[in-house]
């Protein structure tokens, strides 16, 4: 599996990419295996401020729907449209067209975060 050494990770399995002072977020390559097929991804909570470990959106999967967890805390700016017609994207590229929200941090990082291997080794991987 893959797990890029720039991003940080969570043990709720979502990625994090801060690139100056904003975040993009999405699940990272082991949640989306263990989802399956993901046919649907809702986020109804663009242009609020959620903080770290607090519900952003759901993923559903055929067979399940499961919360989405936000990693920091911050001003949710934007959600990837494109999942709205493609979701199979976070399936096909999770780290990258696959991304699913961008937010403007507001806080400090959380000292939970993992790197990658710390995250490989949570998922046995």
């Given at each position: 599996?893959?797990?890029?050494?720039?991003?940080?990770?969570?043990?709720?399995?979502?990625?994090?990419?801060?690139?100056?002072?904003?975040?993009?977020?999405?699940?990272?390559?082991?949640?989306?295996?263990?989802?399956?097929?993901?046919?649907?991804?809702?986020?109804?909570?663009?242009?609020?401020?959620?903080?770290?470990?607090?519900v952003?959106?759901?993923?559903?999967?055929?067979?399940?729907?499961s919360?989405?967890f936000?990693?920091?805390?911050?001003?949710?700016?934007?959600?990837?449209?494109?999942?709205?017609?493609?979701?199979?994207?976070?399936?096909?590229?999770?780290?990258?067209?696959?991304?699913?929200?961008?937010?403007?941090?507001?806080?400090?990082?959380?000292?939970d975060?993992?790197?990658?291997?710390?995250y490989?080794?949570?998922?046995?991987?």
């Amino acid at each position: 599996m893959n797990f890029p050494e720039e991003l940080k990770y969570t043990k709720d399995h979502e990625w994090v990419r801060i690139e100056d002072g904003i975040a993009t977020i999405g699940i990272t390559e082991f949640a989306q295996r263990e989802l399956g097929d993901i046919v649907y991804v809702e986020v109804e909570t663009v242009g609020e401020t959620i903080s770290a470990g607090e519900v952003f959106g759901t993923v559903e999967a055929v067979k399940t729907v499961s919360d989405l967890f936000m990693p920091v805390e911050g001003e949710i700016l934007e959600f990837n449209e494109e999942l709205e017609s493609s979701p199979e994207l976070v399936n096909d590229s999770p780290y990258g067209e696959g991304w699913m929200i961008k937010v403007k941090l507001t806080g400090d990082l959380p000292d939970d975060l993992l790197s990658a291997a710390e995250y490989a080794e949570l998922v046995g991987a």
